[in-house]
């Protein structure tokens, strides 16, 4: 008797922690899609690790962002001394800034810095 009520106790326990397992995973799709949609941007999770980010390792969140691949994402972590494999939950509140910066600063929109030229006075243009 008191062993059936230990499996039933480890039963409820591992089903407890497979639909926690579950929820995390649609839940960082969902933010993964939301990403790469541009609806949301990396450096906004970086700053307010969200609880499904928390146990997420910075380089799965940085390469859901569109033209992200895995150098380009080593790249950017080496150049700030942060490891591919560190969780965006224990990053420190400085590495968080510094990473938000560059990813705020790449993903700014890039529009025409120089204005268009205006055609020539006396150049040949095309009748």
Do not use: F
Not at 42 to 60: F, G, R, T
Not at 89 to 101: M, V
Request: overall charge positive; glycine content about 6%.
């Amino acid at each position: 008797m008191g062993k059936s009520a230990t499996i039933d106790a480890g039963q409820e326990q591992h089903l407890q922690a497979l639909e926690y397992a579950n929820r995390v995973r649609l839940a960082r799709a969902r933010m993964k899609r939301r990403i790469a949609a541009g609806e949301l941007s990396a450096a906004e999770v970086v700053l307010s690790c969200p609880w499904q980010a928390h146990s997420m390792s910075i380089s799965d969140l940085l390469m859901s962002q569109k033209r992200w691949g895995r150098a380009r994402c080593r790249r950017l972590l080496v150049s700030r001394g942060v490891p591919e494999n560190k969780q965006v939950g224990t990053l420190t509140e400085r590495q968080r800034r510094a990473l938000a910066a560059v990813l705020s600063a790449k993903n700014a929109p890039v529009g025409p810095s120089v204005a268009p030229l205006a055609p020539r006075e006396g150049a040949l243009t095309a009748a």
